[in-house]
C-alpha cells in the first residue's frame, strides 16, 4: 500500500519486473500509475510485507534506491530559466556523470546547434520533454520510470526514445512506462499491466523470468 | 555535502543570472520603499536618519521573503523537488546551499539599501566594521530561516500568504538585533553595538542547527 498524504493510493499491488525488461503499465485515470512509478523510485511512504526494486528494500531505507534509478513524471523536471546547455551541465553535475555525456544526449534528442543556448521556457512542450529525457540519458538509471514519455514527442523523438528505451533494457536496464497509448506501448513494451482501482487487474503478455524488482 | 551544497548554490545563481529578478525586480522595489518612507515622513532628515537601521532591516526582511519565495518556486514547478530527491542529494546540502545562494542575493539587496540610505537620507556611518558584520551575521541568518520556511511551504497553495506570516515572527530577533547594531554603526544610539552583533551570531547558529535537524523531514514531506 502507498501513502499520499496518508490515504491509500495502490490497494495492494503484486508484481514481479525482471532485469532487461520494457512494462507497459495502463489503466484508467486515477488508478495509480503515477503512484506506482513513484513508489518503485522510493519517493512514496509504503505498507507492506514486501518492496524491493533493484535489491534495495524500500521499507527500510527509500531513499537508497533512487540514485539509481531515473523518473520522469508528467511534467519535465527542468528550470525554465536556464539555457538547455545549462540544464544538461546542472544534471550530469548532480548525477557525477561525464562531462561528454552531455553533447550525446544532446545529440541523441536534436538538442544541438541553435537549441542549445535557447532558455527552455522558449521551447515547445515536446522540446522540453527531450530536454527531460536528455537528462535521463545522463543519468543512465538502472530502472527507468516514465509516465506517458511519448506525450507531446514528434514521430522522430517517439522513434528516438523507442531506441533508447529498447537499447537501455537491451544493456540489462529495466523500463516501467505509464501510458493510456496503449498501441503505442505494444511496439515497445514485452508486458503490459493494467492497473485499476490501485491493484494490478490484467498482465498481458509472456513472462517466465525471475524478478529483480519487487513492488508489493 | 559540500559538493552537493555547492551544485545548489552553482545552479540557483546562475538561474538567478539568467532571470535576472533580484537585480530588475527586487532590488528595484526596495529602493521605492525608501523612496515612499521619504515621502511618508515629509523629507524629514533627521526622522528618516532614525530609523534608517529599522528601514534597513525592514527592506531586507521584504526582499527576503520575495527571495526565498522564488528560490523555492523554481524548485515546486515541474516536479524538480522529486528531481533534487531522485539525485540523493543530502537535505541539509539542498538547504545550505540555497541558503547561501539566497544570502548572496540578499547582500545584493542589502549593498542598494545601504546605498539608497546614503544617498536618500544622507545618513553617515560611524562604524563601517560594525555595519558591515552585523550585515553580514544579520544577512547568513535570515538566509538561512528564510530558506527553512521557504522549504516548509513549498508547493502549498496558500504558500504566497503564509510564508511570511510564518517567517516574520521567527525572523524578529534578526531585525532587533540588527537594528540596534545599525543604530550604534550609524551614530544613532550609544548602545553596545557589538553585543547586538553577537546575538546575530547566536541566533544564526541556532538557526543552523534548527535547519540541520529539520532538513530531512522537510525535503521529504515538501
Known sequence: MALLDRFPALAGVDLDVAAGEIVGIAGPNGAGKTTLLRACAGLVPLRAERAEVLGFDLLADRRAVRRHVGLLGHRAPLYGDLRVCDQLRHCARLLDADASEVSSAAERFGLGGRLESVAIRRLSEGQQRRVALACLTIARPRLWLLDEPHAGLDSTSRAALDELLAGAAAAGATVMLATHETGRAAVATSRQVTLVGGRVAVVAGAHDETDSSDVA | ?222
Not at chain 2, 539568467?18 to 521605492?32: G, M
Not at chain 2, 518556486?73 to 541558503?99: F, Q, Y
Not at chain 2, 538561512?144 to 522549504?151: I, K
Open chain 2, 1 to 222: 555535502m559540500w559538493r552537493d551544497a555547492w551544485l545548489i548554490f552553482r545552479k540557483d545563481l546562475m538561474i538567478e543570472r539568467r532571470a535576472r529578478i533580484t537585480l530588475t525586480q527586487i532590488v528595484p522595489t526596495v529602493l521605492l520603499i525608501l523612496v515612499v518612507f521619504a515621502f511618508a515622513f515629509d523629507a524629514n532628515a533627521s526622522l528618516l536618519g532614525a530609523g534608517a537601521g529599522g528601514l534597513y532591516w525592514v527592506a531586507l526582511l521584504f526582499g527576503g521573503v520575495l527571495g526565498a519565495k522564488r528560490s523555492f518556486d523554481i524548485e515546486a514547478e515541474g516536479g524538480n523537488l522529486d528531481a533534487l530527491r531522485m539525485g540523493g542529494l543530502e537535505p541539509a546540502a539542498v538547504l545550505c546551499g540555497k541558503a547561501a545562494a539566497l544570502a548572496v542575493q540578499l547582500a545584493v539587496i542589502g549593498t542598494a539599501t545601504v546605498a539608497g540610505l546614503l544617498i536618500l537620507y544622507s545618513v553617515t556611518v560611524d562604524d563601517w566594521l560594525l555595519l558591515v558584520v552585523a550585515a553580514v551575521t544579520g544577512t547568513a541568518a535570515f538566509a538561512v530561516c528564510a530558506t527553512l520556511y521557504g522549504a516548509m511551504t513549498v508547493g502549498l497553495r496558500s504558500a504566497d500568504t503564509l510564508l511570511p506570516l510564518l517567517l516574520i515572527p521567527v525572523a524578529a530577533p534578526v531585525l532587533l538585533a540588527g537594528t540596534r547594531a545599525f543604530d550604534v554603526a550609524l551614530g544613532n544610539s550609544a548602545d553596545q553595538g557589538w553585543s547586538w552583533t553577537a546575538l546575530l551570531a547566536v541566533v544564526l547558529v541556532t538557526y543552523i542547527a534548527v535547519g540541520w535537524a529539520a532538513a530531512g523531514p522537510l525535503l521529504e514531506d515538501a
